[in-house]
C-alpha cells in the first residue's frame, strides 16, 4: 500500500522532500535490480542450457552493472548523507488535513 500524506503535497515541505527523495531510491533500487538480472539471465542463459540455447547476451554487461551500482551508491550518499531537510519554509497553512482551507466568511458590518 502506498503512503498516504497528510497533507497537501507541496515540495517546499521538508519531510516531504525527504519521503520523495527515499521512494525515488528504492524505485531506482528496484530498476537496477530488475534489468541487471534480465541482462545477467540472458548473458549467463546460454552457458547453462548447453546446445539448445543460442549463443547471445550483451558482452558488456559487467561494465553495465558497475556503473550503474555505482551511480546507485552516489544516489544512496546523497539522499542518506548529503541532502539537507531542516528547511522550515513551509507555510503553516499547509499543515492539516490535507485539504486546502475553506474560505472563512468575513463579518460584515451591518448598516444601521
Not at 539471465?41 to 559487467?62: I, N, W, Y
Amino acid at each position: 500500500m502506498p503512503p498516504r500524506w497528510p497533507r497537501q503535497p507541496d515540495r517546499n515541505d521538508p519531510a516531504y522532500r525527504k519521503l520523495d527523495d527515499r521512494m525515488t531510491f528504492a524505485t531506482h533500487v528496484a530498476l537496477f535490480a530488475a534489468v541487471n538480472s534480465g541482462l545477467w539471465f540472458f548473458r549467463l542463459a546460454p552457458q547453462k542450457l548447453g546446445g539448445l540455447a543460442t549463443p547471445g547476451g550483451l558482452p558488456g554487461t559487467p561494465w553495465i552493472t558497475v556503473a550503474w551500482a555505482l551511480f546507485l551508491l552516489a544516489h544512496a550518499v546523497y539522499v542518506f548523507a548529503i541532502a539537507q531537510y531542516s528547511d522550515l519554509t513551509a507555510p503553516a497553512a499547509t499543515a492539516g488535513s490535507g485539504f486546502a482551507p475553506k474560505d472563512q466568511p468575513t463579518a460584515k458590518p451591518k448598516k444601521s
